[in-house]
């Protein structure tokens, strides 16, 4: 079988004809070059070529054959000297940015070929244009670009133009040039779709007839660079976007079941706004719709829908676009929605202390667009946070006590976002600060107010998270509730981390409340007795020594109370009636036994409601098991 000829096998037999023929024939093109490297001009005009390939398209060039100059048009071969072998390696340490640093570009020299060629060898160097941000390149200060088949300096205007173009790029992926599809792909229809949005409020552009006409347009929008689509354009307005672009226009989304992989799973691909839209309806069509009371029994959804649209909105927006991984939306029934996407939080947006006093994760609530371009247009079609309030948002749902203390989970390269059902000051934080209320009216000469049991609630839930790694949205005093938060630390209910910083403080809630467990005062009663219990036993004298130390003096401690405390503590609502009853029931038969065991004692005056104390007096009698 014949072995098919590559591009430059065909070009070395044509050079080879010409060569024969003494005929001069067009070899050379824009992304071909030949070169003789006997002197150093020749060497000076081979780095102007590297230069000029790295600056625009790449290229290749064939070393060891010239054209003849003079009378005797044609091509000479010269052949390749082995001698220069080293020194052609080190090619890629003759350019300099435009500050005449030296640039790191070895990765953009494949391995060059020696081939036969004649009655000797050549070598072909093969040379990849640099990316878009890393532009240009410079030999012996001047910058090089290649037009038609000649080496040309770069013009001082065009470029300021790139240095312009670039500093965009550096703070814009989505103005990634997508090289391997022509304009066509975008479609005049989805473009005029994008125009009309522009103009609803007043009109700033006219419809385009079609892509000739719309070219300025583009152009000026970023969806077109050096005619060619940008990955924003493809995002808005392409055809077939999915076959170009895969992950990066596909979000995966599923509800979770305990008893499937995936109870119900849908994979989207497309432009950025369907995407946008048919994530929302799934969201919407999966979670639970509820009827108030108030308003005569309108529809509330387990989640506030503004919300919702806006973090859908913004993992799109603000993802990663180098990534080729796509975005996950997961809902796990009556618990919470996570929106998996690819990136990470940038590392002044960060707080991570480690130390004795607490463990402190937090993510500071400032505005930092990956993708401005797009984040911009799509507050044309209101899909993004017009009102600026991001990560606040969050923040603003969970002090309206709409949502539970959302946290994210960051990864080497991807954010996972929680949003959890629920309400940050909800039943467990109710019956949390009711077993404190004694200390909490000590300290504060009167009962908290709502608002201040929500911020509270918030800051104790955010330490909760930081002990497993999460990171949850740090509430300064200047985001949000300014007043309450200076009012709970005059009160001694919070107060700055030691290692906080000045501008963005970390507020970390009193110690007392904070605190895990009680098993030194407890094994300081009872001593090695207590060791020999098993965990729920533990776990029901902890409390009652809570309830009696910290809790209101009139609040009675019972089986009921304590079994409904314990259960609330592990499951924020009864969804299950019989399992709350069978716990309750466990509780009192463990009320029985510790009581049995001289554990716990009524108080002398519980005559109608049994109210039961730790045994102080307990005489090391192992009377239980």
Known sequence: MLKKMNDIDKVLQKTDSSIQNQVLEDIETERLELKDLSTKEDWDELYKTVCAFLNTNGGRIIIGIRENTGKNKGYKFTGFNYNNENKLKETHKQFTDKNDKALEISHYFPTAEM???????????????????????????????????????????????????????????????IKSVALEILNIDTLNQYILKLNQHKKIETLKADLENALSFLVRKRFVIENKPTLLGMLVCADYVEDYLMGRCEVDCYVKSEITVAQNKQILRGNIVSLIEESTAFVYKNIQIGVSRENGGRAIPEYPRELIEEHINNALAHRDYKSNRFIIIEITPNKNIMIQNPGSFRQKQRLYIDNEVSKVRRVIPIQYARNPRLTDLLKSFDYWEGKGKGLASLTNACLDNQIDVPYYILGLDEVKLFIPKGKVYDEKMELHLKSFEFYLNQKNGQELNEEERIVLSYFYKCEKHNRLDRYTILLTSDNNHKGTIANLEDKGLLFKHPESPQIYPIYLVDRVLMKNNYLSELKEIFGDDFNDLKTEYKQVLEAIYLYKTYANPSEVVSANSIGHFLYIKENPIVSNLKEYENFKRKIRNIFNKLEKGDFIIRKDDATKKPDFLLNKGFGRQQHLF
């Not at 004649?118 to 070598?123: A, L, M």
Request: glycine share 4%; charged share 40%.
């Open 115 to 177: 081939k036969d060629f004649r009655e000797g060898k050549i070598v072909v160097m093969y040379v990849i244009q640099l990316p878009e941000d890393e532009k240009f390149a410079y030999f012996k200060g001047k910058a090089y670009k290649r037009k038609l088949t000649g080496d040309h300096e770069i013009s001082p205007k065009e470029i300021e133009a790139h240095e312009e173009l670039k500093e965009e790029l550096l703070q814009s992926q989505e103005l990634e040039v």
